[in-house]
């Protein structure tokens, strides 16, 4: 099976009182939309929570890959698979039962995903592949867009896709935080195949043009699967 690279541009990083037409301008080159929700309590900072997301939706049929920087994920992430997000990717840190979390999104609907921060080693999460169809690895500290990739974190996709391929199970390695030009391909050589961009597509003149950019050149860097 050829893996083809999943782009998903983080709209924290674009204007939030046009929000509906920063998602409009990136269809048609886009895979998903990246939604980063924080609750000012599992991260200090705060954006948008479920009622942006459902309004959202109804203005664009990108699937959806909602990111939740918040505590007590096991409340809070149905309600994001029922308003009909493609992926819902919680943080381990935030979350004592993921198995049991997973399913109940698996069962809203939704894919399931979870996320390990920066400080956060990925080894005690490796037995829980099975049930997860996303492992999203921090590659900055969760919180804020804008800050510098950290190649040190591409050992914890190496780690991921090793046991993935081991066990031959389906899983989308997810990167986040300073994925731009000049770092995604070592993302992608790693074993990323999603890829979510904030300041690099929202930043650019043309976000489009910039999502083209960064799919050729990790495709280039993926092999086969
Ligand atoms: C930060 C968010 C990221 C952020 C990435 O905690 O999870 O999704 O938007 O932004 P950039 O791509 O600018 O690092
Ligand atoms: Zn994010």
């Known amino acids: 099976m050829e893996?083809?690279?999943?782009?998903?541009?983080?709209?924290?990083?674009?204007?939030?009182?046009?929000?509906?037409?920063?998602?409009?301008?990136?269809?048609?080159?886009?895979?998903?939309?990246?939604?980063?929700v924080m609750d000012n309590h599992f991260v200090p900072n705060l954006t948008i929570g479920l009622p942006v997301v459902q309004s959202l939706r109804k203005a664009t049929s990108i699937p959806f890959d909602v990111h939740l920087m918040i505590t007590d994920p096991q409340r809070w992430a149905p309600g994001y698979a029922e308003a009909g997000a493609y992926n819902v990717?919680?943080?381990?840190?935030?979350?004592?039962?993921?198995?049991?979390?997973?399913?109940?999104?698996?069962?809203?609907?939704?894919?399931?995903?979870l996320a390990i921060d920066r400080d956060?080693?990925?080894?005690?999460?490796?037995?829980?592949?099975?049930y997860l169809d996303t492992v999203l690895i921090m590659t900055i500290k969760a919180g804020f867009g804008g800050q510098a990739f950290?190649?040190?974190?591409?050992?914890?996709?190496?780690?991921?896709?090793?046991r993935a391929e081991v066990n031959d199970l389906e899983i989308r390695i997810e990167v986040d935080g300073g994925i731009a030009a000049d770092t995604?391909?070592?993302a992608a050589e790693a074993?990323?195949?999603?890829?979510?961009a904030?300041?690099?597509?929202?930043?650019?003149?043309?976000?489009?043009?910039?999502?083209?950019?960064?799919?050729?050149?990790?495709?280039?860097?993926?092999?086969p699967a």
Do not use: N
């Open 3 to 36: 893996r083809s690279p999943i782009i998903a541009p983080s709209i924290l990083a674009s204007d939030f009182s046009r929000l509906a037409q920063e998602v409009h301008a990136i269809e048609g080159a886009a895979d998903w939309v990246h939604v980063d």
């Open 89 to 113: 990717t919680f943080h381990a840190e935030a979350c004592d039962d993921p198995v049991a979390l997973a399913r109940t999104l698996r069962a809203a609907g939704a894919k399931a995903g």
């Open 120 to 130: 956060t080693p990925v080894e005690p999460y490796l037995e829980l592949l099975p």
């Open 150 to 162: 950290m190649p040190e974190m591409l050992d914890k996709v190496r780690d991921v896709r090793r």
């Open 184 to 186: 995604i391909e070592q």
């Open 191 to 196: 074993g990323a195949d999603a890829f979510v």
């Open 198 to 223: 904030g300041t690099a597509v929202y930043g650019a003149a043309d976000p489009a043009e910039a999502i083209r950019k960064l799919r050729g050149l990790a495709a280039d860097r993926m092999g």
